[in-house]
């Protein structure tokens, strides 16, 4: 069970950071968009569980992420 955890969590930071890399999007402009703060952005990108479900969907709206990045943050097939 921790191996699945610990696999999901590393998806969802995967996903998290190939969105960013395809918008051209940093830290600094999650925290500019006042989505979160940079520093709390990595602390919650590292343990993705501590993210919120509104704190995807506010990602979301600068990330957009595809459905496959949906898929490995939220653990599930749509």
Request: hydrophobic share 40%; proline share 1%; aromatic share 12%.
């Amino acid at each position: 069970m921790a191996v699945a955890m610990k696999e999901r969590n590393h998806s969802a930071e995967a996903a998290i950071r190939n969105a960013m890399f395809r918008n051209n999007v940093t830290a600094k402009d999650i925290e500019k968009h006042k989505i979160m703060c940079e520093s709390t952005f990595y602390k919650k990108r590292l343990t993705p569980r501590l993210f919120t479900l509104e704190d995807f969907w506010k990602l979301n709206e600068l990330l957009h992420f595809n459905q496959y990045e949906m898929e490995l943050i939220l653990g599930r097939r749509f």
